[in-house]
T-cell receptor, first 114, second 111 residues
Framework: DGGITQSPKYLFRKEGQNVTLSCEQN?????MYWYRQDPGQGLRLIYY???????QKGDIAEGYSVSREKKESFPLTVTSAQKNPTAFYLC?????????????FGDGTRLSIL | GNSVTQMEGPVTLSEEAFLTINCTYT??????LFWYVQYPGEGLQLLLK?????DKGSNKGFEATYRKETTSFHLEKGSVQVSDSAVYFC??????????FGKGTTLSVSS
């Protein structure tokens, strides 16, 4: 079955440490997205990518970085510059950003500070 | 810019009650509209969508009608079940922009 796989499901970060969240899709989708979810704030866009080797900042990109070296993979690094990283992170993909097709979501990664 | 406003929760209902979750949007042009559902500890699942004015999206007993005159896309279900307890997100998509979500509404259904 096609879908989006996020790993790990739970992740803990120490002070000053960078951590990387994995997102892999086998849907052959061009566009991929990272969202951060905090209680009562809905989903906020961190980064998105419409095509391999290209990505754009979303609304809250500070303290995060991404890469898109392969169509199926869009890892997110939470750097030590992100001072409040505790949140639920969701990865999504869609056929293409210029379409009105819905986004498909992974099951998320919950990041906490040790 | 584009935005989505949905009613704040939590919404607490008894089983078999009627559900309405209000959603209004601000957008130029003609966006597509979506309702997503999130069960505890999981990602978001598409519940239904509508891509043009007067379209009605429906799935699993839920319905929503794209009303351009009132810029609304309210979610309704005639008889909720305990298994419908979840967080519901209204969202809009417009060509060339990323999906924009409302803040979510928590629904709790008791038996």
């Amino acid at each position: 079955d096609g879908g989006i796989t996020q790993s790990p499901k739970y992740l803990f970060r120490k002070e000053g440490q960078n951590v990387t969240l994995s997102c892999e899709q086998n849907l052959n989708h061009d566009a991929m997205y990272w969202y951060r979810q905090d209680p009562g704030q809905g989903l906020r866009l961190i980064y998105y990518s419409q095509i391999v080797n290209d990505f754009q900042k979303g609304d809250i990109a500070e303290g995060y970085s991404v890469s898109r070296e392969k169509k199926e993979s869009f890892p997110l690094t939470v750097t030590s510059a992100q001072k409040n990283p505790t949140a639920f992170y969701l990865c999504a993909s869609t056929v293409g950003q210029n379409s009105n097709q819905p986004q498909h979501f992974g099951d998320g990664t919950r990041l906490s500070i040790l | 810019g584009n935005s989505v406003t949905q009613m704040e929760g939590p919404v607490t209902l008894s089983e078999e009650a009627f559900l309405t979750i209000n959603c209004t949007y601000t957008a130029t042009g003609y966006p597509s509209l979506f309702w997503y559902v999130q069960y505890p500890g999981e990602g978001l699942q598409l519940l239904l969508k509508a891509t043009k004015a007067d379209d009605k999206g429906s799935n699993k007993g839920f319905e929503a009608t794209y009303r351009k005159e009132t810029t609304s896309f309210h979610l309704e279900k005639g008889s909720v079940q305990v298994s419908d307890s979840a967080v519901y997100f209204c969202a809009l998509s417009q060509a060339g922009t990323a999906l924009i979500f409302g803040k979510g509404t928590t629904l709790s259904v008791s038996s």
